[in-house]
Structures are given as C-alpha cells and as structure tokens.
C-alpha cells in the first residue's frame, strides 16, 4: 500500500501524545525498538515542510519520519533521521533529560535488553514511594529511558498504570540550570506550580563520579491526562570536557531555532507534543519562545523552546 493511500497512524487523545527522537540511523534504531520494546512501524513518510518548522527542523523538511506504535496500536514515538545528528549523553547537557515510559513489568523488560540498549541502572523502588519501579536505560540514539512500572496510587500524583510491555511516555524529565526559572515555565504552560522538592538522582549521581545520596533541586508540574514534567536542577561538571555541549544550548538563538543545523543538533530525545484545549496567555513573559505556528487540518500546531532549552510541540484544538 503507498503511504498517499495508508490511512495514517492513530494517536492517543491526551497527555503525552507522542515524543519525537532523533535518529542517526532510522532503519537500525526501528529495528532495535521493535525486537527488543515489541513496538511496530506503524507509518513511514517524509519529515512535512510546515512541521518541520513547528519542531525547530526546518533544514530537516524532507527527512525519513517513522512511527512506532505501542501494542494498543497508538503512535507514541516519532523518530526523524539525521544522519549529522551529535552524539552526548543526555546528562551531559540542559533540556531534555529523559522520557519515563509506563511499562508493565520493568524486571522482565530489562531483562530482556541487549545492546544498542544499556542498562545504566538496574530496577529498583524509588525513593519517592515503593509503589514505583523504575530502570534507567541508555537507547539506540543516546535518548533516556525511565523504564517505570506502578503497581499502585501515589498521592498526590495522578499517574497512569498499564499491562502492556511498552506503553507510553507520560513524563518528561528536563536538566536545567534553575530550577525556579524552568519551574515558572512550566506552571504558565499548566496553570498551576506543581511541587518543588530535593530529591537524590542516582542515575545522574553516576554519570558526574558523585555520591550515590547527593541530592538535587527537583520540581513536577501536572499535565492534563496523567502526565507531567520533571524539572531536575543539575549543575554541569566543569571539568567534563563539555564546552562545547554547553555552548551549544546557551548560544541558541531561540527566534531562529527552526535554522539550527547537524552542528548543534543532538540525537536522542528532541520534543514532546501536549494537547492543550486552548494556549495560555503569557507564555513569552514565563520563559517560552515561540518558534512555529500552523494550522494542520482541524488542529492548530504550536512550537515552544523552554528556557533550558526544551522543546515541545502543541497540538491544541480549533
């Protein structure tokens, strides 16, 4: 069947509708996604002019897109290839740190994982309930994996629980220079502040030589539909040999983000698309720049660059 005549994927309706990851080589990591996570290719297409400026890659209009289904047959990762893309562990730069997926079972997955998979740190409780089991992994891509499994409610999160072996993403994890700059972003995007804490990271405790118990500034803002965004405040080693990798957030001109190329583009974990029922005023004070917006049939699409350097698409209805 052509793709003019594919009927196109399914998406879910709320929350975290999809991710977008970038991919040095789409066809390598489809297949890792596929034998090792049992998501499916649910559509492959050129990378659209339009929403290639929503997402700040306007010089990858054209670009190799695929579509990953979960088993309940929703579209939840989007994967656009780069060839050029920069290869940097997420920790070792701001913006998106990680995406948490709900899975049924983290033991088993896990479990299961081989290369180009890496498990940095094997299952275990979190410190914020027992009720949650998370694994974080390292994918094909360089993206972050909080691999997490909730047997149970944890006041005064609302968060989603699942069977299926790979579910959804239904939490953003962020790096940022301050948390309380990002932490008021993110609030203008929720309407409300969400909760600030401290909290140890021992994934991040790993990667910078630091004591497993060294704490970070952590704050969470509710999203509609189950989901949320993990603002973590993190502190870049200064001697890690990452100038660079710095350099390339903080130069960012965010009014001509959509003309960013390979240079300063990472692989890994790129966006999150929100539905919104309406966009909320006084983004642009809050922190947010707006690098796109355009209607796409009955929705309107919005890009966003957070002040760490986030991005995130809005899909909000007309």
């Not at 309706?13 to 991919?23: D, N, Y």
């Not at 710095?246 to 009014?255: G, T």
């Not at 309406?278 to 642009?284: H, I, N, Q, T, V």
Request: glycine share 8%.
């Amino acid at each position: 069947m052509s793709a003019a005549a594919s009927p196109g994927p399914t998406f879910r309706r709320e929350g975290i509708l999809h991710v977008t990851l970038i991919a040095p080589d789409l066809d390598a990591v489809c297949a890792a996604y596929r034998e090792q996570l049992g998501l499916a290719v649910a559509a492959r297409h050129p990378l659209d002019s339009e929403l290639a400026q929503v997402l700040g890659l306007a010089d990858l209009a054209g670009a190799p897109v695929a579509w990953l289904a979960n088993p309940a047959g929703e579209a939840v990762v989007r994967m656009v290839e780069d060839p050029q893309a920069r290869q940097l562990e997420p920790m070792f730069r701001h913006g998106w740190l990680s995406l948490e997926v709900l899975v049924a079972d983290v033991d088993a997955l896990v479990a299961d994982l081989r290369p180009p998979f890496r498990v940095l740190r094997p299952p275990a409780d979190l410190e914020l309930s027992p009720a949650i089991r998370a694994s974080q992994v390292l994918g094909p891509c360089g993206e972050m994996l909080y691999l997490t499994s909730i047997k149970a409610a944890v006041p005064p999160f609302d968060l989603p629980m699942s069977d299926e072996r790979f579910s959804h993403s239904f939490i953003g994890v962020m790096s940022t220079p301050d948390r309380d700059a990002s932490q008021a972003a993110w609030a203008a995007l929720a309407g409300h502040p969400g909760w600030a804490f401290e909290t140890k990271i021992t994934v991040l405790n790993d990667a910078f030589g630091k004591d497993l118990g060294d704490r970070y500034p952590v704050a969470v803002v509710a999203l509609p539909g189950q989901c949320m965004v993990e603002i973590d405040e993190v502190k870049l080693p200064d001697d890690s040999g990452l100038e660079a990798a710095r350099e390339a957030i903080a130069d960012i001109d965010v009014l001509s983000f959509d003309s960013m190329d390979a240079k300063r583009r990472f692989a890994g974990q790129h966006s999150i698309a929100l539905r919104l029922a309406a966009l909320p005023e006084g983004l642009a004070s809050a922190g947010w720049n707006l690098i796109g917006d355009v209607q796409l049939g009955v929705a309107r699409h919005v890009g966003l660059v957070g002040p760490a350097g986030e991005h995130v698409q809005l899909i909000v209805d007309c």
